[in-house]
């Protein structure tokens, strides 16, 4: 019998293959997805990258194939042990990293100086690394567009290219030379380092170039690289132009000493002229004081001056102590200079109500009482039309004694009465003897002539300072018994208007030594202009003293050209003329005045006591004096005659063509940087000394504008000032270890170019910035061109005084520096005993 299939056991055998299969199917499916897992190309998960609230990165778990590279940087942004690799992998990641970029600059904007701190974290496997940096040096994740910015260091973010920034982690960075500061935090530069005032940075300052990655990539990457290479091609080739450029801007400023030997001051030499000092030979010896301050200590403790001349102290011109143990005053030893043993270093207190100073040409018709608060010489001299107060003001009518009826007229009489004169011309140069409140000086500004004036700090009071007020050089001397501090043969004109000076007295028989004095310092050829009452009044005395001049002046050969009075001021004046050879000198029946020696040198004139002679003549042509200089402005800008190619320049070059060389880099230095790089208002400017002029090509740089510079050569400096003379400018000798012969608030700009470092060796640089401080007017701009170590020095004595710093610039061992001063006054006091009535 056959056996029937059962139904209930067809069901079961149909169920088991069903799930049979099933779990076929799902092993299989499972194998697939797992072939496809480990056959799909590796990748950071983004779920692995987490950002900390300190804006650190972390990488937790890395998935690397072996001989590729995870990111590729700019080696001058990524630290030497970060290792680079590819960025041209297509990942899904753009959108998430660039959130990442986004966070972490904001987590670098909010953590400023701890961003330091963070360091980069670095995973390790398969023998290469991935590494997550913090927000100073972090290069982002992203395979198109992988960029990091610094607000200090403007680098441009291309496309397809891989950069990281940061001031902490760029070796190639942090071997530029210099140091940059500004008021908000610090911004290097490739050449250089610049603080502005308000923070900002130069141009210069905001170019970085961007090196091309030093690894080369895997040939299979080599396609899809070509257009990136471009790219930076075309981008370095673009930041190198304009570092070029910016350079070049840069090197206007702080030439290298290869571009600008001229610059180099630790190689300058006197070439063939002789310093101050050793023309100088019978002059005291150069005071050697101690530091009074710790010139090393982080903070300076200023004192304000308590003296008996008050805010118009000028220590060598206010030592009482030296004055009252003078054995005579006869020769008006008590005007000269009589400097303390230790130089203040004290600040001068300011006058009450004091307003910063009225601009050019206003200030010389009025400035105000309060900055110069002196009554007496109006009172004494209002009627003759010298200074008034009126109201709030002090007025200048333009008068003097010799002319009421105004400086001008007379200026113009003078030319029309000895038109070879011809002022602004042939006569640029001009002495004014006495000047009063230098009027005559201030209306010679109308025809082109530079007037050096001079006036003892007397009786009549602050007369210099009015004329500086005004916006008129002086400064306070005394035809007394040392020479003025000016080289031989160089005004083409000197004035004296009712001066004061017995000019027909003292000396050997003949008398006359302040006459001789003039007659040293005037060119051969030269005018002596002499407005008196001798001239002109009949009078027993004035007679008297006419003829006694007539006489003085035949025997030493000067020529009377006219005598003539005025009219309109109804005053006489008298021209007489220095010969020009020696001619007349040999056919004197008497040696009276006598004749120098030969060993006597007309330029040796700082401390030295004057002399009853008169110097010989040059006779060669090449001599400087036997021929009158160029007409101005001529005379500017051609080196003179007598500079010979066979002799070396201060700079090393030929004389003549270090002279030139010095005046194209001063012309290129103020016109690139001075006048437009520093901030410095110029119609504000008026009065300016160059503290340690060289030729005198930082004044000549200036010409066109409304300003005139004081050129001081300091002593120890070869003795280059004859030449900046025969240019047609002004200037003097002067030791910066002494205090210099002005009033206080003299001055709207000083320039000093590698004076400090070498002050440094010899006096207190702290009494040298008082100094400073003491002749320079408030808001008024000291700028400095020295050494680094110099320039920091100076810049923290600046921030103890409460002054701005306008600008600092570092380029090698070179800086620059512009500081603007305050009025600011400190509490404590000092009693200078030696200046105490």
């Keep these: 019998m056959a056996i029937g299939r059962s139904p209930r056991a067809d069901v079961r055998r149909s169920t088991s293959s069903f799930s049979s299969t099933a779990v076929i199917v799902v092993f299989v499916a499972l194998c697939l997805v797992g072939v496809w897992m480990m056959t799909s190309s590796s990748v950071v998960p983004v779920q692995n990258i987490e950002i900390s609230q300190d804006g650190k990165v972390d990488v937790k778990d890395t998935v690397t194939e072996p001989?590729?590279?995870?990111?590729?940087?700019?080696?001058?942004?990524?630290?030497?042990?970060?290792?680079?690799?590819?960025?041209?992998?297509?990942?899904?990641?753009?959108?998430?990293?660039?959130?990442?970029?986004?966070?972490?600059?904001?987590?670098?904007?909010?953590?400023?100086?701890?961003?330091?701190?963070?360091?980069?974290?670095?995973?390790e496997e398969s023998g290469d690394k991935v590494t997550g940096t913090d927000d100073t040096s972090n290069p982002e994740k992203s395979t198109d567009t992988v960029t990091g910015s610094d607000d200090a260091s403007n680098i441009d973010k291309s496309t397809d290219k891989a950069t990281g920034s940061g001031d902490t982690s760029n070796p190639d960075t942090e071997k530029n030379s210099g140091e940059s500061k500004t008021e908000d935090g610090g911004s290097n530069s490739e050449s250089g380092e610049t603080k502005t005032e308000g923070g900002e940075t130069n141009a210069s300052d905001?170019?970085?170039?961007?090196?091309?990655?030093?690894?080369?990539?895997?040939?299979?990457?080599?396609?899809?690289?070509?257009?990136?290479?471009?790219?930076?091609?075309?981008?370095?080739?673009?930041?190198?132009?304009?570092?070029?450029?910016?350079?070049?801007?840069?090197?206007?400023?702080?030439?290298?000493?290869?571009?600008?030997?001229?610059?180099n001051e630790t190689t300058t030499q006197n070439g063939a002229f002789s310093t101050q000092r050793s023309e100088s030979k019978n002059e005291k010896e150069v005071q050697q004081s101690s530091v009074t301050k710790d010139e090393s200590a982080s903070e300076y403790r200023w004192k304000v001056c308590n003296v008996t001349a008050g805010p118009d102290y000028i220590p060598c011109l206010d030592n009482i102590y030296a004055v009252?143990?003078?054995?005579?005053?006869?020769?008006?030893?008590?005007?000269?200079?009589?400097?303390?043993?230790?130089?203040?270093?004290?600040?001068?207190?300011?006058?009450?109500?004091?307003?910063?100073?009225?601009?050019?040409?206003?200030?010389?018709?009025?400035?105000?009482?309060?900055?110069?608060?002196?009554?007496?010489?109006?009172?004494?001299?209002?009627?003759?039309?010298?200074?008034?107060?009126?109201?709030?003001?002090?007025?200048?009518?333009?008068?003097?004694?010799?002319?009421?009826?105004?400086?001008?007229?007379?200026?113009?009489?003078?030319?029309?009465?000895?038109?070879?004169?011809?002022?602004?011309?042939q006569s640029r140069v001009v002495l004014d003897v006495g000047c009063g409140v230098a009027s005559f000086g201030g209306f010679l500004f109308d025809k082109d002539v530079l007037t050096m004036s001079f006036a003892p700090k007397d009786e009549h009071e602050a007369q210099v300072q009015f004329a500086l007020e005004r916006g008129i050089p002086a400064i306070s001397a005394v035809m007394g018994t040392t020479r003025l501090?000016?080289?031989?043969?160089?005004?083409?004109?000197?004035?004296?208007?009712?001066?004061?000076?017995?000019?027909?007295?003292?000396?050997?028989?003949?008398?006359?030594?302040?006459?001789?004095?003039?007659?040293?310092?005037?060119?051969?050829?030269?005018?002596?202009?002499?407005?008196?009452?001798?001239?002109?009044?009949?009078?027993?005395?004035?007679?008297?003293?006419?003829?006694?001049?007539?006489?003085?002046?035949?025997?030493?050969?000067?020529?009377?050209?006219?005598?003539?009075?005025?009219?309109?001021?109804?005053?006489?004046?008298?021209?007489?003329?220095?010969?020009?050879?020696?001619?007349?000198?040999?056919?004197?029946?008497?040696?009276?005045?006598?004749?120098?020696?030969e060993s006597d040198d007309p330029n040796a004139a700082w401390n030295i006591t004057m002399q009853s002679c008169m110097h010989k003549l040059p006779v060669e042509a090449s001599e400087r004096g036997s021929q009158w200089p160029e007409k101005w402005p001529l005379?500017?800008?051609?080196?003179?005659?007598?500079?010979?190619?066979?002799?070396?320049?201060?700079?090393?070059?030929?004389?003549?063509?270090?002279?030139?060389?010095?005046?194209?880099?001063?012309?290129?230095?103020?016109?690139?940087?001075?006048?437009?790089?520093?901030?410095?208002?110029?119609?504000?400017?008026?009065?300016?000394?160059?503290?340690?002029?060289?030729?005198?090509?930082?004044?000549?740089?200036?010409?066109?504008?409304?300003?005139?510079?004081?050129?001081?050569?300091?002593?120890?400096?070869?003795?280059?000032?004859?030449?900046?003379?025969?240019?047609?400018?002004?200037?003097?000798?002067?030791?910066?270890?002494?205090?210099?012969?002005?009033?206080?608030?003299?001055?709207d700009l000083l320039h000093a170019d590698h004076l400090f470092s070498k002050l440094k060796t010899r006096c207190s640089l702290v009494a040298v910035i008082a100094e400073v401080d003491r002749i320079l007017r408030p808001e008024g701009k000291l700028i400095v061109r020295d050494k680094v170590e110099i320039i920091k020095e100076v810049e923290k004595m600046a921030e103890s005084l409460q002054w701005e710093i306008r600008l600092t610039y570092n380029k090698d061992s070179e800086g620059l520096l512009c500081l603007q001063k305050t009025v600011w006054r400190p509490k404590e006091v000092e009693t200078i005993a030696s200046a105490i009535a």
């Design 206 to 263: 905001k170019s970085e170039s961007v090196e091309n990655p030093g690894e080369t990539k895997e040939e299979d990457k080599m396609g899809g690289q070509t257009e990136e290479t471009q790219d930076k091609d075309s981008e370095n080739s673009s930041d190198n132009k304009e570092d070029e450029d910016k350079s070049q801007v840069q090197n206007e400023v702080l030439p290298d000493a290869a571009q600008a030997e001229i610059q």
């Design 635 to 747: 005379r500017l800008e051609k080196p003179p005659y007598w500079l010979k190619s066979t002799e070396l320049g201060v700079y090393g070059k030929a004389a003549p063509e270090d002279f030139t060389a010095d005046h194209e880099h001063w012309k290129r230095v103020v016109t690139n940087s001075y006048l437009h790089g520093m901030g410095i208002s110029w119609s504000d400017v008026r009065n300016v000394m160059d503290m340690r002029s060289v030729y005198g090509g930082f004044a000549a740089a200036l010409k066109d504008l409304n300003v005139w510079v004081m050129n001081v050569v300091t002593i120890d400096s070869p003795d280059t000032l004859p030449i900046i003379y025969e240019r047609g400018l002004f200037g003097i000798y002067h030791d910066w270890c002494e205090s210099f012969s002005t009033y206080p608030r003299s001055y």
């Design 485 to 597: 501090p000016f080289p031989g043969r160089v005004f083409d004109v000197v004035h004296c208007a009712r001066c004061r000076v017995p000019w027909h007295i003292e000396g050997n028989d003949a008398g006359g030594k302040l006459l001789l004095e003039l007659n040293r310092v005037l060119r051969p050829g030269g005018y002596f202009v002499w407005s008196a009452t001798p001239v002109y009044r009949k009078e027993p005395e004035d007679v008297g003293i006419w003829k006694a001049m007539s006489a003085l002046t035949k025997q030493m050969c000067w020529d009377l050209l006219i005598v003539k009075k005025d009219t309109v001021n109804r005053v006489g004046v008298a021209i007489y003329r220095k010969p020009l050879s020696n001619e007349c000198y040999e056919k004197r029946p008497q040696d009276d005045p006598p004749l120098c020696k």
């Design 324 to 425: 009252r143990r003078l054995r005579s005053t006869k020769h008006y030893e008590h005007r000269e200079r009589h400097c303390p043993e230790e130089p203040p270093t004290c600040l001068v207190p300011l006058p009450q109500g004091y307003k910063k100073s009225i601009k050019w040409p206003q200030s010389r018709n009025k400035i105000w009482y309060f900055n110069v608060p002196h009554t007496k010489l109006a009172e004494i001299k209002g009627h003759q039309n010298w200074v008034k107060v009126t109201g709030e003001y002090l007025t200048f009518p333009g008068g003097g004694t010799q002319f009421k009826q105004g400086a001008l007229h007379y200026v113009e009489f003078i030319q029309e009465e000895s038109a070879d004169i011809a002022w602004g011309k």
């Design 67 to 123: 001989n590729s590279r995870q990111f590729e940087d700019n080696p001058g942004v990524l630290p030497e042990d970060a290792t680079k690799g590819d960025s041209n992998q297509s990942s899904p990641q753009d959108e998430t990293n660039t959130q990442i970029q986004d966070d972490q600059k904001s987590s670098q904007q909010s953590n400023g100086d701890a961003s330091q701190e963070n360091q980069v974290q670095k995973s």
